[in-house]
């Protein structure tokens, strides 16, 4: 059964430094999306991909915070330089549509479980 | 905005006996609704949505939800919990038609033995 991929699956560092997350999709998923998950949370949406666009990225911080699809296939996020308050689980997800159209069910990969010292 | 509120962040139960999660949405239209599970260290999966067919819906692993309207309710339920229902569930509501979901801080299921 195809699954969204992501690595590393935990990854610990010092605040200040740069730190990035990847994503593979579902192969034929055009739409991908990055949540946050702070612990005892529900995840929050930070950045939305149509192929290698960005639909909707209103919630990132851009300051510290980027994303990137360039092909329109796997994403990368960077954040730098990390904050004690970027610990927290990424979540990364793909569905095959967009969010208003058909086929738009999400399917979610395992995360990145970030820990900020 | 659309926001949902998830009534427990923990609720504890018997093996076999029901398992109830509470839900209430805020929305000024109908909206979707949806419940996820999500296993420890582990991304969330989708048990079941409310799209405006029937009010009932039934999802994977035996769960259901019925949508209430004069409620403004989408409880999970299950007759009879197991113990790998043990886990962290997510409502989420989104906007008609848009399908990105907002999430509520979730509920934490023990089963006991």
């Known amino acids: 059964e195809a699954e969204v991929a992501q690595s590393p699956r935990y990854k610990i560092t010092e605040k200040s430094q740069a730190v990035a997350f990847w994503c593979d999709p579902i192969?034929?998923?055009?739409?991908l999306y990055w949540y946050r998950q702070i612990l005892g949370q529900g995840p929050e949406l930070l950045v939305q991909f149509q192929d290698e666009s960005v639909v909707d990225d209103s919630q990132l911080p851009k300051d510290r915070f980027s994303a990137e699809r360039l092909k329109g296939v796997d994403s990368t996020l960077k954040i730098q330089p990390a904050e004690l308050g970027d610990s927290a689980m990424y979540l990364c997800?793909?569905?095959?549509?967009?969010?208003?159209?058909?086929?738009?069910?999400?399917?979610f990969g395992p995360g990145t479980r970030l820990t900020v010292l | 905005a659309q926001s949902v509120t998830q009534l427990g962040s923990h609720v504890s139960v018997s093996e076999g006996a029901l398992v109830l999660l509470r839900c209430n949405y805020s929305?000024?239209?109908?909206?979707?609704l949806f419940w996820y599970v999500q296993y420890p260290n582990q991304g969330l999966q989708l048990l079941l949505k409310?799209?405006?067919?029937?009010?009932l819906v039934k999802g994977i692993n035996g769960f259901e939800a019925e949508f209430k309207k004069s409620e403004t309710s989408f409880h999970l339920t299950k007759p009879s919990a197991h113990m790998s229902d043990a886990a962290e569930y997510f409502c989420?509501?989104?906007?008609?038609?848009?399908?990105?979901?907002?999430f509520g801080r979730g509920t934490s299921l023990i089963v006991h033995p």
């Open positions: 929305s000024s239209v109908p909206p979707y």
């Open positions: 409310y799209t405006s067919a029937a009010t």
């Open positions: 989420a509501v989104s906007d008609r038609g848009s399908y990105i979901p907002t």
């Open positions: 997800a793909s569905s095959l549509g967009g969010p208003s159209q058909g086929r738009n069910e999400q399917f």
């Open positions: 192969s034929g998923h055009a739409t």
